[in-house]
Every structure is written in structure tokens, then in C-alpha cells.
């Protein structure tokens, strides 16, 4: 009897989820600030050099998909606000961003504690992009 309660008890310990565990897909909404921005492993990021400052916002996820607002400021041309939508794929490893008017960019991305890595090829150019959660 001993032993079929220790298997029972492994299956329901090895079964069950944790209910205070996010995926990673909602690990991305929030608001991330840029310390890296590499385009073909060359960096374009910092305060004299091309990106001076980029903010990106991940809205509320409903379901595979929601809202990001990114604004970019530029060493030479301004400011920049994009706006548009996201979807993430069903293993939450890949958003699709699609500003307003305009073609989508895929990246993959990783979250690791209160940093986001997105990486992808846009135009034949390799991009890799650091942020930190606000």
C-alpha cells in the first residue's frame, strides 16, 4: 500500500503545474529599455552614436496577441514613435511586430529575468537588440 501512495504521490508532484509560473509570452509585456542595438554585429546604440535612446512597450497579450508602442530618438533626426501590433507564436520563442501601414519584422526573443533579447534578419541584415525592463 506504501508503495502505491509514493507513485501516486510522484505522478500528482510530476503532473501538476505550478500555478505562479509565466510564460514567456507574457514574461514580454511591459515597458523595456534599449542597451543594445547591433545591426550586422556592428552596435548603433549610445549617446554618440546613431540610437540615442529607445523604448519599446509590450500592451497586454489577449490571447497570442496585443499592442507595442516603440519610441526612438536618433542622434541626428529626432524622435520616433511607432505604433502597431504583436503576435507571438504558440511556443512563445518569436514575436512578430507590425507597425501601422507597414511590413512585420519577426525576432526571436528570450527573456531572462528583467532582460530581453530580441534577434532576427530584417532586410538581409542581421539585427540583435538588449533591453532591460523598466
Known amino acids: 500500500m506504501k508503495i502505491v501512495g509514493v ?5 500528482l ?9 509565466v510564460s514567456d509570452c507574457l514574461k514580454l509585456e511591459g515597458v523595456w529599455q534599449c542597451e543594445s542595438w547591433k545591426e550586422d554585429g556592428e552596435e548603433f546604440f549610445g549617446e554618440t552614436i546613431f540610437i540615442t535612446s529607445a523604448e ?5 497579450l489577449d490571447g497570442d496577441q ?3 508602442e516603440w519610441n526612438i530618438s536618433y542622434l541626428i533626426g529626432g524622435t ?9 507564436n504558440e511556443s512563445c520563442d518569436e514575436v ?5 501601414a507597414e511590413a512585420p519584422a519577426t525576432y526571436g526573443f ?11 534578419t530584417i532586410n538581409a ?6 533591453f532591460r525592463k523598466e
Open 110 to 120: 528570450k527573456v531572462t529575468g528583467d532582460e530581453l533579447t530580441l534577434t532576427g
Open 66 to 68: 496585443g499592442d507595442y
Open 13 to 21: 508532484s510530476f503532473a501538476c503545474k505550478k500555478d505562479d509560473e
Open 96 to 100: 512578430t511586430i507590425t507597425p501601422k
Open 7 to 11: 507513485c501516486l504521490w510522484l505522478v
Open 125 to 130: 541584415v542581421k539585427i540583435e537588440l538588449q
Open 80 to 88: 520616433e514613435m511607432i505604433i502597431g501590433a504583436y503576435v507571438v
Open 56 to 60: 519599446l512597450t509590450f500592451k497586454k
